[in-house]
C-alpha cells in the first residue's frame, strides 16, 4: 500500500498531515502501486503496463460501465487526455487546458480549473492537452499558451504558474510533464512556427527555473539562471543562421530511465520542412547538413541539463518526421537492457541504455518509400529520388519537384503512445499506412507565421483500413500480430497482467485484444472518438479501467484526403470508466 512506503520522518508527520502527498518513491514505483497512477505512461518508464490481472482474457467480455463523465461546455475537441487516479480522486484534463477533479467512486466532479487562454494562441494540431503529473499535494500540467500551472490537489487552487515560452512567437504546451527528483520538467510544443525546442526543470514547490536545454546547435544552456554549456557545436550541421529558428520541437514530453538515471526527450522536425533551405544538398566542408539535433533522441542527466548523448532517427530530415515519439525503456529477450521506440519515419528502433547507440531497426510500416532501410550505424538508406524536390530547380522557382512519400508527415506513429508487457516481451504499437504528395515552396521566417516552406495532402495507400495496432518483438522487429482499423489509429494503448491490450478507435470503441493472438475480446461504444489514453487502476479490490472519448486531434485538421473519410465522426468529451460487475 501506498502509505507504506512512506519514509520514517514522513510517518512522524503523517498523523498531523490533512492526507497523504505523493512522494518520489510513489512516483519511482507507479507501475507496481496498482492503487494510483500518478505519472504519464503509468510509471516514468512509460510501458503503460499494469500487472493488474483481476480483468483478464476470460472475463473482460464482462466489462461494463461504472459511471461516464461528461467535459461539458462548447469546448469539444480531441481529448487526449491520459488519467490520473490518487487517493480515490481521478484527474483528467481535457481540451482548451481545462483539468478536472472526479470522485472515483460516484463519478461526482470534485473541482474544475480553466485556464484562461488569451487571444491569439496558435497550437498546430488541436486545442488538446495529453494530461498532468501528481507530486507532493499538487498537480501540474500545461496550457496551450505555453505555461506550466501548479495546482492544489484538494482544492484545484493556483499554487504558481510560470511562463515556458511566447505563445505569440508560436510556442504551445500540450505534454504531460515529467517529474523527477523534486523537478517538474516539460518540453515545448510550436515546430512548424520556427520555434526552438527546449527541456526546461523547475523545482516543483516554488516553480522556480532550475535548468534549462534547447536542443538545437548553437543555443546555449542554463543551470541555476547562469549560462552553463552550449548545445552541440555552432554551425557543425546548420548552414549560416537557420539553428535560430531550427525547430526541434520537444512536443511530447520525455520518459524517465532510473537504471541510468538519464532524462530522454524526443526532438521534432527541423524547421523549415524544406530541408534544401537546410543543407540538405551536397554537404560542404565541415557541415553534414544533418541539422543536429531535430528528428533525434537526446538523453539528458536531470541534474544539471546537460545532453549526454544522442541519437538522430532522421538526419536532414524533410517529410515533417519528427523524431519525438517515446523511447520505452526495456529488458530484451538475452537480458539486455534497451530502448524501444517507434519512429514517425515507420521505423521501430532498439537502442543501448547506456549511451543511446544503435541496436536494430525495422521498418513497423508497409510500403516506405523515402529509405531502403536503416544502416549498421543506424543512419536511414535514403532513397533521394523521394525526397520533395528543391524549388530552387523549378523554371519558376515556386513549387519543386512533387514526390509521393511513404509514411505521410502524419507517420507510421504519431503521437499515441505504444505500450510493452514484460509478460509477453512485446511492444503494441498504434500505427497507419498511408502516404502523401509532398512539394517544396519558398519560405521565409516571420515570428509566430508558419515556417513550412512545404505544401502536402495525405493519402490512403488501402482501401481496407488506415489504422494498425501491431504486436512487435522487439528482439526480431516480426510483427506477431496485427489488427486493422478503418479510420487513422489516434489513441495510447496500455497492456495488463490480465494478458490484455486496450485501445481506442476514432468510430468510437474502446477494444480489448488477446496480448497474445490479437484476437478482439471486448469492446464498447463511447459516442465519440477515442484519441484519449487507457489507464487502469484498482480500488477497494475492484479492477477498473477509464479512457476520454473526444474525437479530434491533428488528423481531422491535416488528413488530406484521408480528414475526408473521416468527417462523419461526432466530436465529444468525457470521460468512461469500466469494471466487471459484482456478483453479490
Ligand atoms: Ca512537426
Same mark, same amino acid.
Request: charged share 20%; proline share 5%.
Given at each position: 500500500?501506498?502509505?507504506?512506503?512512506?519514509?520514517?520522518?514522513?510517518?512522524?508527520?503523517?498523523?498531523?498531515?490533512?492526507?497523504?502527498?505523493?512522494?518520489?518513491?510513489?512516483?519511482?514505483?507507479?507501475?507496481?502501486?496498482?492503487?494510483?497512477?500518478?505519472?504519464?505512461?503509468?510509471?516514468?518508464?512509460?510501458?503503460?503496463?499494469?500487472?493488474?490481472?483481476?480483468?483478464?482474457?476470460?472475463?473482460?467480455?464482462?466489462?461494463?460501465?461504472? +459511471?461516464?463523465?461528461?467535459?461539458?461546455?462548447?469546448?469539444?475537441?480531441?481529448?487526449?487526455?491520459?488519467?490520473?487516479?490518487?487517493?480515490?480522486?481521478?484527474?483528467?484534463?481535457?481540451?482548451?487546458?481545462?483539468?478536472?477533479?472526479?470522485?472515483?467512486?460516484?463519478?461526482?466532479?470534485? $473541482?474544475?480549473?480553466?485556464?484562461?487562454?488569451?487571444?491569439?494562441?496558435?497550437?498546430?494540431?488541436?486545442?488538446?492537452?495529453?494530461?498532468?503529473? @501528481?507530486?507532493?499535494?499538487?498537480?501540474?500540467?500545461?496550457?496551450?499558451?505555453?505555461?506550466?500551472?501548479?495546482?492544489?490537489?484538494?482544492?484545484?487552487?493556483?499554487?504558481?504558474?510560470?511562463?515556458?515560452?511566447?505563445?505569440?512567437?508560436?510556442?504551445?504546451?500540450?505534454?504531460?510533464?515529467?517529474?523527477?527528483?523534486?523537478?517538474?520538467?516539460?518540453?515545448?510544443?510550436?515546430?512548424?512556427?520556427?520555434?526552438?525546442?527546449?527541456?526546461?526543470?523547475?523545482?516543483?514547490?516554488?516553480?522556480?527555473?532550475?535548468?534549462?536545454?534547447?536542443?538545437?546547435?548553437?543555443?546555449?544552456?542554463?543551470?541555476?539562471?547562469?549560462?552553463?554549456?552550449?548545445?552541440?557545436?555552432?554551425?557543425?550541421? /546548420?548552414?549560416?543562421?537557420?539553428?535560430?529558428?531550427?525547430?526541434?520541437?520537444?512536443?511530447?514530453?520525455?520518459?524517465?530511465?532510473?537504471?541510468?538515471?538519464?532524462?530522454?526527450?524526443?526532438?521534432?522536425?527541423?524547421?523549415? $520542412?524544406?530541408?534544401?533551405?537546410?543543407?540538405?544538398?551536397?554537404?560542404?566542408?565541415?557541415?553534414?547538413?544533418?541539422?543536429?539535433?531535430?528528428?533525434?533522441?537526446?538523453?539528458?542527466?536531470?541534474?544539471?541539463?546537460?545532453?549526454?548523448?544522442?541519437?538522430?532517427?532522421?538526419?536532414?530530415?524533410?517529410?515533417?518526421?519528427?523524431?519525438?515519439?517515446?523511447?520505452?525503456?526495456?529488458?530484451?529477450?538475452?537480458?539486455?537492457?534497451?530502448?524501444?521506440?517507434?519512429?514517425?519515419?515507420?521505423?521501430?528502433?532498439?537502442?543501448?541504455?547506456?549511451?543511446?547507440?544503435?541496436?536494430?531497426?525495422?521498418?513497423?510500416?508497409?510500403? @516506405?518509400?523515402?529509405?531502403?532501410?536503416?544502416?549498421?550505424?543506424?543512419?536511414?538508406?535514403?532513397?533521394?529520388?523521394?525526397?520533395?524536390?528543391?524549388?530552387?530547380?523549378?523554371?519558376?522557382?515556386?513549387? =519543386?519537384?512533387?514526390?509521393?512519400?511513404?509514411?505521410?508527415?502524419?507517420?507510421?506513429?504519431?503521437?499515441?503512445?505504444?505500450?510493452?508487457?514484460?509478460?509477453? =516481451?512485446?511492444?503494441?504499437?498504434?500505427?497507419?499506412? +498511408?502516404?502523401?504528395? @509532398?512539394?517544396?515552396?519558398?519560405?521565409?521566417?516571420?515570428?509566430?507565421?508558419?515556417?513550412?516552406?512545404?505544401?502536402?495532402? @495525405?493519402?490512403?495507400?488501402?482501401?481496407?483500413?488506415?489504422?494498425?495496432?501491431?504486436?512487435?518483438?522487439?528482439?526480431? =522487429?516480426?510483427?506477431?500480430?496485427?489488427?486493422?482499423?478503418?479510420?487513422?489509429?489516434?489513441?495510447?494503448?496500455?497492456?495488463?497482467?490480465?494478458?490484455?491490450?486496450?485501445?481506442?478507435?476514432?468510430?468510437?470503441?474502446?477494444?480489448?485484444?488477446?496480448?497474445?493472438?490479437?484476437?478482439?475480446? +471486448?469492446?464498447?461504444?463511447?459516442?465519440? =472518438?477515442?484519441?484519449?489514453?487507457?489507464?487502469? /487502476?484498482?480500488?477497494?479490490?475492484?479492477?477498473?479501467?477509464?479512457?476520454?472519448?473526444? /474525437?479530434?486531434?491533428?488528423?481531422?485538421?491535416?488528413?488530406?484526403?484521408?480528414?475526408?473519410?473521416?468527417?462523419?465522426?461526432?466530436?465529444?468529451?468525457?470521460? /468512461?470508466?469500466?469494471?466487471?460487475?459484482?456478483?453479490?
Amino acid at each position: 500500500m501506498r502509505k507504506l512506503l512512506l519514509t520514517s520522518s514522513a510517518l512522524l508527520f503523517a498523523s498531523a498531515a490533512a492526507f497523504a502527498a505523493v512522494t518520489e518513491e510513489d512516483i519511482a514505483n507507479d507501475q507496481t502501486i496498482t492503487t494510483q497512477v500518478v505519472t504519464n505512461g503509468m510509471g516514468r518508464h512509460q510501458q503503460r503496463f499494469s500487472p493488474l490481472a483481476g480483468i483478464n482474457k476470460e472475463n473482460v467480455k464482462n466489462l461494463v460501465p461504472a +459511471w461516464s463523465f461528461s467535459m461539458g461546455g462548447e469546448k469539444q475537441r480531441g481529448q487526449e487526455t491520459q488519467p490520473l487516479i490518487y487517493d480515490g480522486v481521478m484527474y483528467v484534463t481535457g481540451s482548451y487546458s481545462r483539468m478536472y477533479a472526479i470522485d472515483v467512486k460516484t463519478g461526482e466532479e470534485l $473541482w474544475q480549473y480553466d485556464a484562461r487562454l488569451p487571444e491569439g494562441i496558435l497550437p498546430c494540431c488541436d486545442v488538446i492537452n495529453r494530461g498532468g503529473a @501528481i507530486y507532493g499535494d499538487k498537480i501540474y500540467f500545461g496550457t496551450l499558451d505555453a505555461r506550466i500551472v501548479a495546482l492544489d490537489l484538494k482544492t484545484g487552487d493556483v499554487v504558481w504558474r510560470d511562463k515556458i515560452a511566447d505563445y505569440k512567437a508560436g510556442y504551445s504546451y500540450t505534454a504531460a510533464p515529467l517529474i523527477v527528483n523534486g523537478l517538474v520538467i516539460t518540453g515545448n510544443s510550436g515546430g512548424e512556427f520556427g520555434i526552438v525546442g527546449e527541456v526546461q526543470a523547475r523545482d516543483a514547490e516554488t516553480g522556480d527555473l532550475v535548468w534549462t536545454r534547447p536542443v538545437i546547435e548553437g543555443h546555449m544552456g542554463t543551470l541555476n539562471g547562469e549560462e552553463s554549456t552550449m548545445t552541440g557545436t555552432l554551425n557543425a550541421t /546548420w548552414p549560416g543562421d537557420l539553428w535560430k529558428t531550427g525547430g526541434g520541437a520537444t512536443w511530447l514530453g520525455g520518459t524517465y530511465d532510473a537504471d541510468t538515471d538519464t532524462l530522454v526527450f524526443g526532438a521534432g522536425n527541423p524547421a523549415p $520542412w524544406n530541408s534544401w533551405l537546410r543543407g540538405a544538398g551536397e554537404p560542404t566542408e565541415g557541415n553534414t547538413g544533418d541539422n543536429l539535433y531535430a528528428a533525434s533522441r537526446i538523453g539528458i542527466d536531470p541534474a544539471n541539463g546537460e545532453i549526454k548523448w544522442h541519437f538522430q532517427t532522421t538526419p536532414r530530415e524533410g517529410w515533417d518526421f519528427d523524431g519525438v515519439n517515446e523511447v520505452v525503456p526495456f529488458v530484451d529477450a538475452e537480458g539486455n537492457k534497451r530502448y524501444g521506440t517507434a519512429d514517425r519515419n515507420g521505423f521501430f528502433y532498439v537502442l543501448n541504455r547506456e549511451d543511446g547507440a544503435f541496436v536494430s531497426a525495422t521498418p513497423f510500416v508497409r510500403d @516506405i518509400s523515402w529509405a531502403e532501410g536503416i544502416d549498421e550505424n543506424g543512419r536511414p538508406i535514403y532513397n533521394e529520388g523521394n525526397r520533395p524536390g528543391n524549388p530552387a530547380d523549378a523554371a519558376d522557382g515556386g513549387k =519543386g519537384e512533387v514526390v509521393f512519400s511513404v509514411p505521410s508527415f502524419l507517420g507510421g506513429k504519431n503521437w499515441m503512445p505504444m505500450a510493452h508487457s514484460p509478460e509477453t =516481451g512485446l511492444f503494441y504499437v498504434p500505427s497507419n499506412e +498511408w502516404g502523401m504528395d @509532398i512539394w517544396n515552396e519558398p519560405v521565409s521566417y516571420k515570428e509566430g507565421a508558419a515556417y513550412l516552406g512545404s505544401g502536402f495532402t @495525405i493519402k490512403p495507400l488501402f482501401e481496407d483500413y488506415i489504422g494498425s495496432l501491431k504486436a512487435i518483438d522487439p528482439n526480431t =522487429g516480426e510483427t506477431k500480430w496485427e489488427y486493422k482499423n478503418d479510420a487513422p489509429l489516434w489513441g495510447g494503448v496500455m497492456a495488463t497482467g490480465g494478458g490484455l491490450v486496450f485501445t481506442g478507435t476514432p468510430e468510437g470503441y474502446l477494444k480489448a485484444f488477446d496480448a497474445d493472438t490479437g484476437e478482439e475480446l +471486448w469492446k464498447f461504444q463511447t459516442g465519440s =472518438g477515442i484519441v484519449g489514453q487507457p489507464v487502469t /487502476w484498482e480500488q477497494d479490490g475492484e479492477q477498473f479501467v477509464a479512457v476520454a472519448s473526444g /474525437w479530434g486531434g491533428a488528423v481531422p485538421l491535416w488528413g488530406g484526403e484521408v480528414a475526408k473519410k473521416v468527417n462523419f465522426l461526432n466530436q465529444g468529451g468525457s470521460i /468512461w470508466v469500466f469494471k466487471l460487475p459484482k456478483l453479490n
